[in-house]
């Protein structure tokens, strides 16, 4: 059965709305198919100028506008590819990436590299899941992401041999003209002799509501298998401790349709089948999973065929 991890969450019942937009950088040669958005260069050429506007996991256009404004060096393709599971990142776009440097390297220097987007609605909040892995090393290879509108976080990631890590600035509204700048440059911890940073792979979260920090963990945490659902449901997830785990289906006017599950789960691997045929007064359509973990939530669309 192929995996599918949903990327869409809306719960209409209450205020509460996330759009996800998904980008690969990296090499022409291996983008990511499906609804992602790929800049991409071929093998030692700039990574510069590069613009287009987004797509949502939906493949409905965002407004959004990406343009890659400060140069990176070119692409690695140095990467890790097999990410853990549990990010929402496949192997096409964990396995490479865009790179730059602080010394010169086989004749370019390019100290920071980043984008800007543009079209941004500056009510909302948009969340950014960051990943990078540069393979085979021994040295530090900390990057630093700077995610700027009109609030600022600064947050980093060992790329190092990194399988699992995001760097996640969470809640940044854009400033009055619409915009948010992103820049990577190399992190305090860095100690490889060129100061290499990395750039794989982000997962962008526009919400009308700031996400907790436990919500946007939760969110990452889970997979479901597959959408839409014909037969059988498969939800999985990694528990970090002993959890009150709540699963229920709602229509599209937010009332409840199905409780799946309410009880105690102890920590480790968490996984629940449902066969939709065991419940026959849920007819084909859209509804939502709604999934809570202790006092984390989130809310998936689900597609019954």
């Known amino acids: ?14 205020s509460f709305a996330q759009e996800y937009t998904y980008i690969d950088f990296g090499i022409t040669t291996n983008e990511t198919e499906g609804n992602w958005n790929n800049f991409s260069v071929a093998n030692a050429v700039d990574a510069d100028g590069l613009s287009g506007v987004l797509i949502d996991s939906n493949g409905a256009s965002t407004g959004v506008t990406l343009t890659i404004d400060d140069a990176f060096d070119t692409v690695n393709t140095a990467g890790n590819p097999t990410p853990d599971a549990s990010l929402p990142f496949p192997s096409s776009a964990a396995a490479d990436s865009f790179f730059g440097e602080t ?23 948009y969340s950014f899941s960051i990943f990078a892995s540069r393979n085979g090393v021994s040295d530090n ?5 700077t995610v700027a509108g009109s609030t600022t976080e600064v947050v980093a990631l060992n790329t190092s041999n990194n399988t699992a890590n995001t760097a996640d600035a969470m809640n940044i509204q854009p400033n009055g003209s619409g915009e948010i700048t992103f820049t990577a440059e190399p992190g305090p911890n860095n100690d490889n002799s060129f100061g290499f940073y990395y750039l794989g792979a982000i997962e962008i979260i ?18 479901f298998y597959p959408n839409p659902v014909a037969d059988i449901l498969e939800v999985r997830m990694d528990l970090k401790e002993s959890s009150q785990v709540k699963m ?44 809570q973990v202790n006092d984390s939530e989130q809310t998936t669309k689900l597609i019954l065929k």
């Open 1 to 14: 059965m192929k995996k599918i991890t949903f990327i869409f969450a809306l719960f209409s019942c209450i």
């Open 103 to 125: 010394s010169t390297f086989n004749g370019s220097l390019e100290a920071t590299g980043g984008f800007t987007l543009t079209g941004l609605d500056p009510s909302f909040y």
């Open 206 to 223: 526009k919400s009308d509501a700031p996400l907790s920090v436990s919500d946007f963990k939760l969110k990452n945490m889970l997979s």
């Open 248 to 291: 229920e289906i709602y229509n599209i006017n937010g009332s409840l349709v199905s409780k799946l599950l309410d009880a105690q789960q102890p920590a480790g691997n968490f996984q629940f089948t449902w066969d939709r045929h065991d419940n026959q007064q849920i007819s084909s359509g859209v509804y939502f999973l709604r999934m």
């Open 141 to 145: 290879r900390e990057t630093q992401y």
